[in-house]
Structures are given as structure tokens and as C-alpha cells.
């Protein structure tokens, strides 16, 4: 464990983002201020059948959080805790919307933590009008042409446009 009295910390916060909804950059900018460095890493290997290619989800993240210097967006394949290593970072970011969240983030972080125990994983909540929201529901409201404003940002919102009309 590094003892250096002043050490610059690198964070990861892993997802999908399929896409980046609001409530992520809720999270992302609560992370961005509390950490010297973070790295928005979208995940290529999901099981997952994702209306967004990988790289388009990147260039969504980086549209969004342009204004933030600390925040980069990069993709990442095989397990995390390779490529938190390989990025020198030492945490791991995760949001909680509900207890619901909690079970599936428990079972990751401390499966993470087997694999590699120098890597800690931090949960953050969203702000609570973001408690409800999802990709997933993001999704089927915008193919049903049902999406409220003010849940995605502009370039996601564009996106979705030209996907679903
Ligand atoms: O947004 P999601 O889908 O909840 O994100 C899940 C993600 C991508 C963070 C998780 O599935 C992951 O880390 N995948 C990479 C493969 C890996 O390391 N699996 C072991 C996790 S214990």
C-alpha cells in the first residue's frame, strides 16, 4: 500500500452506458470532484444485446462530460480489475439508486476485491430525482416514442431520435 503523503487518485467507474443516461452523469460529476482523475470505462464484453455500439456510447460520454477535464471515457474488454490495473487506477466507482442495486453490487465488489485487494470500490448515490432511472427503461420508452425530457443528455437524446425517430 502506498504511504506517499500526497498521492493523485485514479477512479473507474465501469458500466454499460447503453446509453449514458442523466442519473450516470449525476454520478460522474459527484466523482469527478472527489477524485483527481476519472475514467468513464464502458464495458465491450456484455452478454447483452446493446442498441449502442461500443465506441458510439464512448463519444456519448465524452460529448457529455467535455467540460469536465479530470473525466475520460474509454472502453474496456475481459475484467475490470485488468484494466484498473493497467490505468494505475485504485478505485473502483459504483452508484446505488435502491436496495435493490445493493445485492449484485455487493457480489461484484467483493468478487473484484478477490482478484485484486489493493483496488477498493467506492459507492456514491445518485441525486434521488435519479433514483428511478435506468438505460434499460431509456430505451423502451424512446422505441415507443414515450421518453420525457430531461432524463438523457442533448446527444443521447439526438441519438435516440435517429435510431428510433
Ligand atoms: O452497468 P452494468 O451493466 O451494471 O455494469 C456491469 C459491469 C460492466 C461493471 C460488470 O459486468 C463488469 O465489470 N464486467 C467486466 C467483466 C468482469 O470483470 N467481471 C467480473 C465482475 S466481478
Known sequence: MSTDKYKSVTAIYPGSFDPVTNGH???????????????????????????????????????????????????????LMDFARTRGASVILRGIRAVSDYEYELQMAMMNRKIEPQIETVFML????????????????????????????????????????
Not at 460522474?28 to 470505462?41: E, K, N, P
Not at 447483452?48 to 456510447?57: G, H, I, Q, S, T
Not at 432511472?133 to 442533448?154: Q, T
Open 126 to 165: 445518485p441525486g434521488e430525482a435519479y433514483s428511478y432511472l435506468s438505460s434499460r427503461l431509456v430505451k423502451e420508452l424512446a422505441r415507443f416514442k414515450g421518453l420525457p425530457k430531461g432524463l438523457v443528455p442533448p446527444v443521447v437524446e439526438e441519438r435516440l431520435r435517429a435510431k428510433f425517430g
Open 25 to 79: 452523469l449525476d454520478l460522474i460529476a459527484r466523482g469527478a470532484m472527489i477524485f483527481d482523475r476519472l475514467i468513464v470505462a464502458v464495458a465491450q464484453n456484455m452478454d447483452k444485446d446493446p442498441l449502442f455500439a461500443p465506441a458510439e456510447r464512448v463519444e456519448m460520454i465524452e460529448a457529455a462530460t467535455f467540460d469536465w477535464k479530470n473525466v475520460e471515457a474509454d472502453l474496456f474488454e475481459g475484467l
